[in-house]
C-alpha cells in the first residue's frame, strides 16, 4: 500500500510557526542594535546627570522646591536648564508634581537617584518592548519596526514614558482582577501617572468603562493626595506657571505627530487647532468607556488617546502606542511563564548584568561642571550655551564689569558651542566649551577666551536670561 503523502497544507503547517518566530527574534535583533547603535551615536546617553537630559529636568524641578523655588520656571541662582522659546518657555513641561516626586532625589549628592531613575526607565522600556516582540500581535510587529529609533530614544534618555509605558501594562493587568486590592493598586498608579503627565487620564476612563470602582475610587483619592501635597508644596502659582507652559507648547507645536501639528496642517485655523489634542483625549474616552464590552479595544483606544491628547507629542512619545498591544501580550506571556520558568530566569540574569554595567557607566560618567564668566567690555553681554550643537540652550545677562557663576557647582556637564552677542543678539564670539566647564573671560572688544579654572574670590549666581534665545549656532 503506498504512503499517504502530506498536503501541501500539512507541509506548511509547521512551517508557519517557526517562521513566525524567527521574524520575531529578528526583529527583536533590530530594536537591540537600533537602542546600542542610539548610545554610540549620542554617547552624551550614557552620563544621565548632564544638563539637558530629561531625567536632568525632573531633577531640577526638584531640586528648586527644594530652595523655595518654583518646578516650572527659573529664578536667579537656580541650576540652569535649555531652554527653547517660543516652543519651551519653561524648564519643565510636566505638572508640578513631578517636581514634588523628585525632591528626595535631588538631595545631594543627587548623582545615584538620577542612575537608578535612568536604568529603570532603560529597563523597563526595553522589557516591555521585548515582550510584546515575542509574545503580542504579529500586527505589533508592524508598528515596532519604523518606531525602533523612538524605542531606543526613550530607553536611554530616562523620560517618565519609559516608566507610562510599564504603566500601561501594570493597569491591564491589575484592573481587571479579581478582588479589590490590585485593581486599587492600579488605579492608584493611574492617578500617579496623571500627576506627571496628564494623558494617563484615559486610562481612568478605561476603568470607569469596566466599571473597576475599586480601581476607581483609589484613582480619585490618590489624585486628591497628590494635589493637596502639590499644593502645600509649591503653591496654587505652580499650577498657573504649569499652564502657561503647556498653552505655550499649544500655540507652538514643533514639528511632530501632534494633532495641533496635523489639523495646521490641512488648514485648519490655529486658534483652533491649538484644541484638537483635548478634543481628540474626550473623543477617546467616551469610546472607551461606550465599548465597555470590548476590553482589550476599549484599552488599545485610552492608550491611544493618552499619547495624542497631549500639545506635545514628539517621536519618542510614540513609543507608548506600543501599549495598544499589550492585552494581547499579557496573557501569552503568562501562559509562557506558567509553561517554563527557566528562559524567563535567564532572560532576567542577563537583564540584571547589563544593567549593572549601565550603571556603572553612567555613574563613571558624572562629572562636577561650573562655569564662570567675566565681562571686561564696556556693555552688557549675553552668553548662551548651546547643548550638543541643537537650538536647545541656556544664557545668562552678564553686565559690563561682572563676574557671574553661570551655573555652580553640580553633578552633571555640558559641552558644545558657547556664543556672546551683545544688546541687540550681534554674534560678537564663539568658541567650544568643556566638559567641565572653566572660566569664560570676555574682552574689551567682545573676544572671549575659555580657561579652566576660576577667578579667585566668591561670584554670585547669573540669573538665566532667554534674550538672543533664538540665535542658534
Not at 351 to 372: F, K, Q, Y
Request: proline content about 9%.
Amino acid at each position: 500500500m503506498e504512503e499517504a503523502r502530506p498536503s501541501g497544507r500539512d507541509r506548511i503547517g509547521p512551517i508557519a510557526p517557526r517562521l513566525i518566530r524567527d521574524v520575531r527574534l529578528a526583529l527583536l535583533v533590530l530594536v537591540l542594535l537600533t537602542v546600542a547603535w542610539a548610545a554610540l551615536l549620542r554617547p552624551d546617553y550614557l552620563d544621565p546627570t548632564q544638563l539637558g537630559t530629561d531625567v536632568g529636568f525632573y531633577r531640577g524641578a526638584g531640586e528648586r522646591l527644594l530652595v523655595g523655588g518654583k518646578p516650572n520656571a527659573l529664578a536667579p541662582g537656580d541650576r540652569p536648564e535649555p531652554i527653547w522659546p517660543p516652543a519651551w518657555t519653561g524648564p519643565l513641561v510636566s505638572p508640578p508634581t513631578m517636581g514634588v516626586v523628585w525632591m528626595l532625589g535631588a538631595i545631594p549628592p543627587a548623582a545615584p537617584a538620577i542612575v537608578v531613575w535612568w536604568l529603570g526607565a532603560l529597563a523597563l522600556t526595553v522589557g516591555v518592548v521585548t515582550l510584546i516582540i515575542l509574545f503580542g500581535p504579529l500586527a505589533a510587529g508592524v508598528a515596532i519596526g519604523p518606531l525602533a529609533l523612538a524605542i531606543a530614544i526613550t530607553s536611554w534618555t530616562g523620560n517618565v514614558n519609559g516608566y507610562l509605558l510599564a504603566l500601561s501594562a501594570i493597569t491591564w493587568s491589575f484592573g481587571l482582577a479579581p478582588g479589590w486590592r490590585r485593581p486599587a493598586v492600579a488605579g492608584a498608579l493611574v492617578a500617579l501617572g496623571a500627576g506627571v503627565k496628564v494623558g494617563p487620564l484615559l486610562l481612568l476612563a478605561w476603568l470607569i468603562g469596566q466599571r473597576r470602582w475599586a480601581a476607581v475610587a483609589s484613582a480619585l483619592v490618590t489624585g486628591l493626595a497628590l494635589l493637596a501635597v502639590t499644593l502645600l508644596v509649591a503653591g496654587s502659582s505652580a499650577f498657573t506657571d504649569y499652564l502657561g507652559v503647556a498653552q505655550d507648547a499649544s500655540a507652538n507645536p514643533q514639528p511632530g505627530p501632534a494633532v495641533s501639528v496635523l489639523l495646521k496642517g490641512i488648514g485648519v485655523d490655529p486658534a483652533i487647532a491649538q484644541f484638537g489634542p483635548y478634543g481628540f483625549g474626550a473623543l477617546c474616552g467616551v469610546a472607551s468607556i461606550a465599548l465597555f464590552r470590548k476590553p482589550r479595544v476599549a484599552f488599545a483606544i485610552a492608550v491611544v488617546g493618552s499619547v495624542f491628547a497631549l500639545p506635545v507629542v514628539r517621536y519618542e512619545s510614540l513609543t507608548l502606542l506600543l501599549g495598544a498591544f499589550l492585552p494581547w501580550t499579557l496573557d501569552r506571556a503568562a501562559a509562557s511563564l506558567a509553561r517554563d520558568r527557566r528562559p524567563w530566569l535567564a532572560a532576567a540574569a542577563a537583564g540584571a548584568a547589563a544593567l549593572a554595567v549601565v550603571g556603572a557607566i553612567g555613574l563613571a560618567n558624572t562629572r562636577t561642571s561650573r562655569l564662570v564668566m567675566s565681562n571686561a567690555s564696556a556693555g552688557p553681554v549675553f552668553v548662551r550655551v548651546y547643548f550638543n550643537g541643537i537650538p536647545e540652550s541656556f544664557g545668562y545677562a552678564v553686565p559690563a564689569g561682572a563676574t557671574l557663576r553661570g551655573w555652580g557647582p553640580l553633578t552633571g556637564s555640558v559641552s558644545g558651542p558657547v556664543l556672546v552677542f551683545d544688546g541687540s543678539c550681534r554674534e560678537l564670539s564663539r568658541s567650544d566649551i568643556p566638559p567641565a566647564g572653566g572660566w569664560l573671560q570676555v574682552a574689551a572688544d567682545g573676544s572671549h577666551l575659555v580657561v579652566d579654572g576660576a577667578p579667585a574670590g566668591p561670584a554670585p549666581f547669573a540669573a538665566y536670561d532667554p534674550t538672543c534665545a533664538e540665535r542658534a549656532p
